[in-house]
C-alpha cells in the first residue's frame, strides 16, 4: 500500500498514530478509509487489543481488527532515545500526530508539544486522553465505563428496577474518537489560511457530557436529574419498544401530524384526536394509556411486515433485531455495507463522496509488519534497520509480552 495509489478525499495526508485501544484507532481508522497514509506506531508490546479476544484471526483480536485497517504498523520503542529519534524523524514529513499517552508523558520524553511546535510548526498534534492534563482530574486515567458513570450516561440509562446500566457498546471512547476527528480535520482547514498546525486535544469526560443530550437541556431547563426509563424517550411519545405478534417493534414519532398518520396506518384513526393524545405533550404525560392501545392493536401484527408498511408510508419504524439478522439485510446487501479483502470482513465507512470514494487498500497489519518498508522511505537504509531492531529500538514481527 502507497499513498500514491490511494484515491480518497484526504489522499495525501500522513499520519502518525501513536494511539492504542480504541478513540485514537477509530479516530485513525476514519482518516485510512478516506486515502489518509495511516502509519500505525506500536509499543514492542503491541496495542494491547491485539489481545482482547477471543475471538482471533491468528495472533490478533476481532477487537484490533475491527478498528484498524487501511494502517501501516511499526513497533517502535520510544521510552528509548533511539525510538524517540526515529520518531522525530517520522514527524518531519507528516501532517498529523495523535496521541493517547497520559498528560506529560510526552514532556518526560523531551517531546512535548512545546517541543513539536518549534520544530514542526505545520504539525497537527492531537492527544486523546481521560480528562485533560490539568483540573482536579487531569492526567488520571479514563475508561469508557468509568466516564459513563461520571458523567450520567450509565445513571440515565436502563429502569428503575434494573439499576444504572451501562450502555452496551463503547459510545464514549468512539465518540471521542470521532470528535478528535473532526478537530484534526478542523485543525487541517484552518492550517491553509495560518500556514500552522494546532494542539487538539478531546476527552472522553468533555465528550461524554457532550452527548447527554437531552439530558443536560432538560436539567439546565427544569434543574431535574433524568429518571431511568428504559427504551422510553424523556421527551417523545411514542418513542420506544413495543410488543408485536411474533417479537418487538421500536416506533418513533417526532410529531402530532406522524401520530395522526400513524393511527391511520394502524386502522384507528380516531386515537389522533383523542384528546389524552392528541398532542405530544398530552402522550408523555399519558403514556401508560398509550401503551395499551398501541399494544392491542400490534398483538394482531408480525413485527417485519408491519415495521414494512410503516416505513414505505414514510413512518420510523424497524424490528428489534441482533446484529446477525441486521447484517444480513437486503438494505445492507444493496448499500454494499460489508467490505471484504482477504480473510477480512468489516463494516464500510458510513461517510459516502460521490467521487473521492472510502476504499478497503488494506487489511489490519501484523505487528510491526511495515517496519523496513516505513523506515525505508524515511530514509533508513537495511542496513541501518537491521542496527535498530538488533538494538530493540525498532521491532520485529515478535511482540515483547
Known sequence: MTPALNSGAIAGLRVIDLSRVLGGPYCTQILADHGADVIKVEPPAGDETRDWGPPFH????A?????NRNKRSIGLDLASEGGRTVLMKMLEDADVMIENFKPGTLDKWGIGNDVLRAKFPQLVHCRISGFGG???????????AIIQSMVGLMESTGTPDSGPTRIGVALVDMSTGLYACVGILMALLERQKSGLGQFVEATLFETGLAIMHPHTANFFMHGKPPART???HPNLYPYSVFAARDGNIFMGVGNDGTFRKLCRELGKPELGTDPRFARNRDRVVNRAELRAELEAILANHDAEPLCRKLLAAGLPAGPVQAIDKALASEHVKYRGDIIEKDWYRGVASPIRFDRTKAS???????FSEHAGEVLGEFGYSADDI?????????SGPERKR
Open 230 to 232: 428504559g427504551n422510553e
Open 386 to 394: 537491521s542496527k535498530l531492531v538488533a538494538d530493540g529500538i525498532v
Open 63 to 67: 477487537y484490533f481488527i475491527g478498528t
Open 134 to 144: 490539568d483540573g482536579p482530574h487531569g492526567g488520571h486515567p479514563g475508561y469508557d
Open 360 to 366: 478497503l487498500r488494506g487489511v489490519p497489519p501484523k
Open 58 to 61: 491468528d495472533d490478533d483480536a
